[in-house]
């Protein structure tokens, strides 16, 4: 970890609820992570009853890893394994385009993009994180290969890190769906889980590891913290348990491309980091999470041509992804005025 990083990191989740993860796109390992609430630990050591209650008892959950340990619903940051999953079944390609009119039915049912986009390619519905384009992409993939896609990407399974109690989340299939919950899957189960809503759950450094793989072109990395132990460098261990995930150069690039635009576009969800000095690539997220607000995700990368760092921001009930998207914007430019890149 670099101390310098996980101090910017630390100062700016201060007071919010959620976690950060900050990587190396290349070899996996964690540069800074935290969670908010958090707490003393000294609190163990003096032995103080009172407070050691209260930790457990709060609300706010200061005990749980919420980078490791928590799952929620990844919302429109699960848009980058539908579009993947589209080009390389030959389902659409960068010039495919659908008509978003704010509002698509899927036999009975009405499903909600949270603006009215017009008709949009591949590129512009990355940017503007268009739900019907990608209701519409899932349906054409289907439920099966939205599945099997993301497991390549590490999801529903836990990353192999060090720290203990790491969750697995779900990405549900409809075997699953029949065998746990004795229900059918419909074509409304499809478009849910095609915006990263439904039963789908991830944490965050399973959303790290997911993005890295457009950072660094392809590779699904192991996250690791420990690269020596007793003077005995073993990061050379962590770094072979790096596999090339079975996807086109060309799926990459495109998809790649369009989470540049989330930033360059002046409508797209992530235009406010475009005035940073270092170039971001990368996906907004707003989960639902009834009853409260929805959850805010910001998953990049950074710099774009030759990425050194690959981050998440989660921000718990935060509203929108616009937050994490702020907090991401103030950590890259305390660790641009820091000289750290």
């Not at 080009?87 to 009119?101: A, V």
């Not at 790096?242 to 989470?259: F, P, Q, Y």
Request: overall charge neutral; glycine content about 10%; proline content about 6%.
């Amino acid at each position: 970890m670099d101390l310098r990083i996980q101090k910017i990191v630390e100062d700016k989740l201060s007071g919010k609820k959620g976690a950060v993860v900050i990587m190396d796109p290349y070899t996996g390992e964690i540069i800074a992570m935290a969670s908010f609430p958090d707490f003393d630990p000294s609190i163990f050591v003096e032995r103080s009853s009172s407070e050691i209650t209260n930790l457990f008892s709060s609300p706010q959950g200061p005990l749980i890893n919420r980078a490791i340990s928590s799952t929620y619903p990844p919302g429109s940051v699960f848009k980058v394994v539908v579009a993947s999953a589209g080009l390389e079944t030959g389902k659409i390609n960068r010039q495919t385009t659908f008509l978003c009119t704010g509002v698509t039915t899927i036999g009975r049912m009405e499903f909600n993009c949270w603006n009215v986009h017009g008709r949009e390619n591949l590129d512009q519905a990355i940017a503007h994180s268009c739900n019907s384009y990608f209701y519409r992409t899932g349906l054409l993939v289907g439920a099966q290969n939205i599945y099997e896609y993301a497991l390549k990407f590490g999801l529903s399974r836990p990353t192999g890190f060090e720290l203990p109690y790491e969750a697995s989340g779900l990405i549900p299939s409809p075997l699953w769906k029949k065998v746990r919950k004795f229900k059918g899957w419909f074509d409304g189960d499809t478009v849910n889980m095609s915006i990263g809503q439904g039963d789908v759950l991830v944490s965050p450094i399973q959303i790290v590891r997911m993005v890295a793989v457009f950072a660094n072109r392809g590779y699904l990395v192991t996250p690791y913290l420990v690269t020596a132990v007793d003077n005995q460098d073993i990061s050379l261990q962590k770094k072979k348990m790096v596999s090339k995930i079975a996807l086109r150069d060309s799926t990459i690039e495109e998809v790649r491309e369009g989470m540049r635009q989330v930033v360059l576009d002046p409508e797209g969800t992530g235009n406010v980091l475009s005035s940073l000095s270092v170039p971001v690539a990368g996906k907004t997220g707003s989960a639902q999470a009834p009853p409260g607000l929805a959850h805010g995700w910001f998953a990049g990368f950074f710099p774009y041509k030759n990425p050194k760092y690959a981050i998440c921001v989660f921000l718990e009930h935060a509203g929108a992804g616009y937050a994490s998207c702020v907090v991401t914007k103030q950590i890259i430019d305390e660790m641009i005025r820091e000289g750290l890149l």
